[in-house]
């Protein structure tokens, strides 16, 4: 750490990766657009902060609309050229074999680049964040060979067949959440079906995606195939949302945003999905296994501090069991280590930002005033820096609470009891949203029943929270549309022609 400057070294302490911080020494950050790293045109840089302890990491370029035109240049140019999309399908597969390897290789410097700049604990990015990533390159890397059309049955005179072919431009803007992880949800689909891509990630958490963009240069992916804009939601973002030469937005954020997207989209018409935000039931019947319902539920919200769209947010316990099962989720979250995310044996690191930290602060205040009662926390943390919640179970909560109603994304409970199977569909479907619903039950038909009638895109039974690159994620009502992961990504990225050729 000798070389490394003081303010670095403080910024980054308890940091163990000597690659992290050699990637850290070597800033500014640039934009990669056309294979190549520049800086923004304006010159303007923002600063990246580890939010364990509100200290500059870097500094990194301030991409907006003219750095947007130029990328999406070099991008369409990329595309037209068909430098990617007509490579052998198995040229194009070992491509993004290449890319995973690359993220397994550089592994440790990866999850700790990510927890200095989200703040999760590195237990949680060593073992989800980047094996999860490298795991959905090599899953679609699977499909590049694997995209078929299909021949019709047409009239004899007739040989008509389709063609799935990719869509373009995509213009992909992620959230800060999961940033190396939403990154590759979202460009290893693209790739796979021979898109060239321009990914904004989140202001917040650049480092990652910027470091994801140096390992897809030394894949040796050709040029203008994948950029990297980095810059701030107004400015960068929403100059993909609006360009007239983007073909296809992707988004993951929030619904606020998510509806902005939406319209500024309708200039070109392009296409549109959209994993927005979300309140999710998480269901527990008296006849659960109550060890592995309070572990679940505490994984469903605590994970991230609570920053995740399919948080467990409101966990439904039937009266009956109520105070025995809010008694031990406040149990299990009393014995989550807080403290320096880089520590592995950290459980729960700070929010993402000083605005999340505030926003939740506020809703801690707000479920307080309704009547809500924190069985456990309920208070920021106490340390003396950084923005740290403490894990918080809030009893007493009904289904119309501020804090029942809206996504507090944060590590907060919101405990809903309910009288029996109707009552709880009623208020478990009774949201804006539907990104994910779980329900915890021995009895296999009332399972398969409830899960049936909730309106969620993902439903967990007796779990919480598993995702897998092969199954498809996305929402139903306000929450989005369009499914990402599976083959349904495929969907996502390709558009299909009919071909009709006359015989004779
Ligand atoms: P959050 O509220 O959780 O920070 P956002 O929905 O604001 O989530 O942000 C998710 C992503 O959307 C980020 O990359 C952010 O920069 C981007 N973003 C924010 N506002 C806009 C906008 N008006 N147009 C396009 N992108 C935006």
Excluded at 221 to 242: C, D, M, R
Aim: aromatic residues 8%.
């Amino acid at each position: 750490m000798a070389s490394v400057s003081a303010s670095l070294e403080s910024a980054t302490r308890g940091a163990k990766s000597s690659a992290a911080l050699e990637f850290l020494k070597s800033a500014p950050k640039k934009l990669l657009i056309n294979g190549k790293w520049v800086p923004s045109k304006s010159g303007k840089t923002f600063e990246t902060l580890n939010p364990a302890n509100e200290q500059v990491l870097a500094l990194v370029a301030e991409g907006d609309k003219a750095d947007v035109d130029e990328a999406v240049k070099y991008a369409r140019k990329a595309f037209e050229d068909f430098k990617w999309a007509n490579l052998s399908p198995h040229a194009r597969a070992r491509f993004l074999l290449k890319i995973a390897d690359l993220i397994e290789q550089h592994a440790d410097e990866l999850a700790e680049l990510e927890t200095l700049d989200n703040g999760k604990p590195l237990f949680e990015s060593a073992n989800i964040d980047i094996p999860g990533a490298a795991e959905t390159f090599r899953y679609y890397a699977g499909f590049v060979t694997k995209i078929y059309g299909e021949t019709n049955p047409s009239d004899p005179s007739m040989f008509n067949y389709t063609l799935r072919e990719p869509v373009g431009v995509c213009g992909q803007i992620i959230p800060w959440n999961f940033p190396l992880l939403m990154a590759s949800w979202k460009i290893a689909p693209a790739l796979a079906c021979g898109n060239v891509v321009i990914l904004k990630p989140a202001e917040q958490t650049p480092l990652t995606a910027i470091r994801l963009g140096e390992l897809i240069c030394e894949a040796g992916l050709p040029e203008g195939v994948v950029q990297i804009i980095t810059g701030f939601g107004p400015g960068a973002g929403s100059s993909i949302a609006e360009h007239p030469d983007i073909d296809k937005v992707a988004f993951t954020g929030s619904t606020e945003v998510g509806k902005i997207i939406l319209k500024a989209s309708a200039g070109n018409l392009k296409r549109v999905s959209l994993e927005l935000g979300g309140k999710s039931p998480n269901i527990i019947f008296p006849d659960a296994d109550m060890p592995s319902a309070v572990f679940g539920s505490a994984l469903g919200i605590f994970l991230n501090q609570g920053q995740v769209c399919c948080a467990g947010s409101r966990v439904f316990v039937q009266e009956s069991v109520y105070d025995q099962f809010t008694d031990s989720l406040s149990q299990m979250a009393s014995t989550l280590t807080l403290g320096n995310p880089l520590d592995p044996n950290t459980r729960m690191g700070p929010l993402v930002s000083k605005e999340q930290h505030d926003r939740v602060k506020g809703y801690l205040k707000a479920g307080k005033a309704e009547g809500a009662k924190a069985k456990i926390g309920g208070e920021p943390g106490k340390q003396e820096a950084g923005y740290f919640i403490q894990p918080t179970v809030f009893t007493g909560v009904n289904n119309q609470m501020k804090i029942a109603r809206e996504e507090i994304f944060g590590p907060v409970a919101s405990a809903i009891p309910f009288k029996d199977e109707t009552d709880v569909v009623l208020q478990g479907n009774d949201t804006d949203y539907g990104l994910a619903a779980a329900v915890w039950t021995k009895d296999i038909n009332r399972a398969l029943t409830v899960a049936r009638k909730l309106k969620a895109g993902t439903v967990w039974i007796n779990t919480y929270g598993i995702l897998d690159p092969m199954s498809p994620f996305g929402g139903y009502k306000q929450s989005g549309f369009g499914r990402e992961l599976g083959k349904y990504a495929i969907d996502l990225y390709t558009q299909i022609k009919s071909v009709w050729c006359k015989i004779g």
